[in-house]
């Protein structure tokens, strides 16, 4: 009964390559994210989509692309891996912004990435 | 850009004291504050999120206060214990849409000792 679930949990490729990474919540919620947290910490949010719409869309580079099947999955597939793509990637979901505990994030384990 | 400190990188306390941990911001004043606990090699894990116009927020023995004119929110836990040695991240909670954008802090991480 996992509620945000991310596979696979470790990623290790080369440089050049193309990868995804997948998320699904158990949630029952309408909005889901993914963010990045770099090698300092220090984490960013990338995506945000809603009921399969882009709703957040940060300065990420256009090799990473979201894709939403349905409201309760949300992949990311990244192309042509560079070195500084290396960290760790969470998804998280929410209900839709509501206010109050409403807004609170459910995240996933994270996908360790990890571009050689 | 927002910009957000929490203080140092590192806070040590002994156990039965009352950790305190700081987020400042720059700019704009969020709707909403969130703080999230992050343990080693998980995601992080909600805790308390306070509104703009509240000034005090208790769970247990977390609390949580938010002043916007000083651009600060306070988080403190009373009576530490070594479980609750943790990296603690505070982030600032804007609506974008349907979605509620969060912008994170660097992180103080907690180590309680006995």
């Known amino acids: 009964d996992t509620a945000v679930s991310q596979t696979p949990k470790y990623l290790v490729t080369q440089m050049g390559n193309d990868k995804s990474i997948k998320c699904e919540q158990n949630?029952?919620?309408?909005?889901m994210y993914w963010y990045k947290q770099d090698s300092k910490k220090f984490l960013k949010i990338m995506f945000s989509y809603n009921n399969k719409e882009l709703i957040i869309n940060e300065t990420v580079p256009n090799r990473f692309s979201p894709k939403s099947p349905d409201k309760a999955h949300l992949n990311l597939h990244i192309n042509s891996l560079e070195l500084g793509d290396s960290a760790v990637y969470f998804c998280?979901?929410?209900?839709?912004w509501g206010g109050g505990s409403l807004n609170e994030q459910f995240f996933g384990p994270g996908t360790r990435l990890t571009v050689l | 850009s927002q910009k957000i400190e929490q203080n140092s990188e590192a806070l040590n306390i002994q156990e039965g004291k009352t950790a305190t941990l700081t987020c400042n911001y720059t700019n704009y004043s969020p709707a909403y504050l969130q703080w999230y606990r992050q343990d080693p090699g998980r995601g992080p894990v909600f805790l308390l999120l306070i509104r703009e116009n509240e000034k005090e927020k208790r769970k247990e023995r977390l609390k949580v206060t938010f002043d916007t004119t000083l651009k600060q929110s306070l988080f403190h836990i009373t009576a530490s214990q070594p479980a609750d040695s943790a990296t603690y991240l505070c982030a600032l909670d804007m609506r974008a849409g349907t979605a509620s954008k969060l912008t994170f802090g660097t992180g103080t991480r907690l180590q309680v000792t006995l």
């Open positions: 998280a979901s929410s209900n839709n």
């Open positions: 949630l029952g919620h309408d909005t």
